[in-house]
């Protein structure tokens, strides 16, 4: 008789209906390493489980974005878990976002920016944004430079309307901004709509304006003159 062991079943916790370039990666990357490994890959975004009845049971693990919420359901199981999100209460893998910040802060500097804002978007994590904010303040302090700025911008473009007035909020403010100005900008969407909106204003992108992204996809990133 064999001794093998059914292969271990592992939910995979990614929203694949966002088809977000990040979440597809990711799903990629535990996909390879499951297969490797001789796992049985579920996926499962939501653990909502089999048949919606959330019995995490069914599991010899998960991982993926899990939130607050369904790692209350993961603790609760005792089924091991790995999220990829900040501010959950379970073991991690996450990119480096403060480092990532100091390396933004380092090239706009270089690229001599020394007035310099970090642009946020209303879809962010309150406080992963406060922890990049703060790692970004503290490497553009150390490289001699004036405190950057820190502005919000809505990112719901849902509705035409709604997009209207947020780039019409995006044009008057980088018409108040002394030149040149660097711009640590944390969602892609923000990126693009001010690189455009400076072009037909007149600015040059990136002598007069600086833009560096936290988060961006290839093809959303691609350069425009």
Not at 18 to 45: A, F, K, R
Not at 95 to 123: F, I, P
Not at 145 to 172: G, W, Y
Request: hydrophobic fraction near 40%; proline fraction near 4%.
């Amino acid at each position: 008789m064999s001794d093998s062991h059914p292969p271990k079943r592992i939910a995979i916790a990614i929203e694949l209906h966002w088809n977000l370039p990040w979440h597809l990666d990711c799903y990629q990357g535990i996909m390879d390493y499951g297969q490797e490994h001789g796992w049985d890959c579920i996926t499962d975004p939501y653990l909502s489980g089999a048949t919606g009845d959330h019995d995490l049971s069914i599991y010899d693990g998960v991982v993926g974005r899990i939130d607050a919420s369904m790692a209350e359901r993961v603790v609760s199981a005792d089924c091991p878990a790995v999220t990829l999100l900040y501010g959950v209460d379970l073991h991690s893998v996450r990119s480096d976002a403060q480092g990532c910040a100091h390396y933004a802060a380092e090239h706009l500097v270089s690229c001599g920016y020394r007035q310099q804002v970090y642009l946020a978007d209303t879809d962010s994590m309150p406080t992963v944004t406060q922890a990049i904010f703060k790692a970004y303040s503290q490497a553009v302090a150390g490289l001699g430079c004036p405190a950057p700025l820190k502005v919000v911008f809505d990112s719901e473009h849902n509705r035409e309307d709604k997009s209207i007035a947020i780039r019409q909020a995006m044009t008057q403010w980088i018409l108040e901004q002394d030149k040149p100005v660097g711009l640590y900008i944390m969602d892609m969407t923000t990126a693009r709509y001010l690189a455009q909106i400076c072009l037909r204003l007149g600015f040059r992108v990136p002598e007069d304006v600086g833009i560096v992204v936290h988060t961006a996809d290839k093809l959303t990133a691609t350069s425009i003159t």
